[in-house]
């Protein structure tokens, strides 16, 4: 079955860096997008990175030239390397499948000083 496990979420200061991972099984992950959204408490899930395939990414204007997002098709693993972050960054991030109806549990990722 489909399986998606992040980690790499905690408290970090204004400024500083967070790596998260999305650990994928019960798939072919090499053939398949994924991307990384993020929820406060009372806001929808938004999108804040994706990739292709093929390795082709897109993020979200806010976090543009702070957040990168890569994936390892050889661990079954996609990454959202952070920095510079800010207080507003604070939020659950998830993985996910493509578009699809599979989601990660989820991590918390907390800036504050």
């Known amino acids: 079955q489909v399986q998606l496990v992040e980690s790499g979420g905690g408290l970090v200061q204004p400024g500083g860096s967070l790596r998260l991972s999305c650990a994928a099984s019960?798939?072919?992950?090499?053939?398949?997008?994924m991307a990384w959204y993020r929820q406060t408490p009372g806001k929808q899930r938004e999108l804040v990175a994706r990739?292709?395939?093929?390795?082709?990414?897109a993020t979200t204007d806010s976090v543009k030239g702070r957040f990168t997002i890569s994936r390892d098709n050889a661990k079954n693993t996609v990454y959202l390397q952070m920095n510079s972050l800010k207080p507003e960054d604070t939020a659950v991030y998830y993985c996910r499948l493509g578009e699809s109806t599979f989601w990660g549990q989820g991590t918390q990722v907390t800036v504050s000083s």
């Open positions: 019960g798939f072919r992950f090499c053939i398949v997008a």
């Open positions: 990739i292709t395939s093929g390795g082709s990414t």
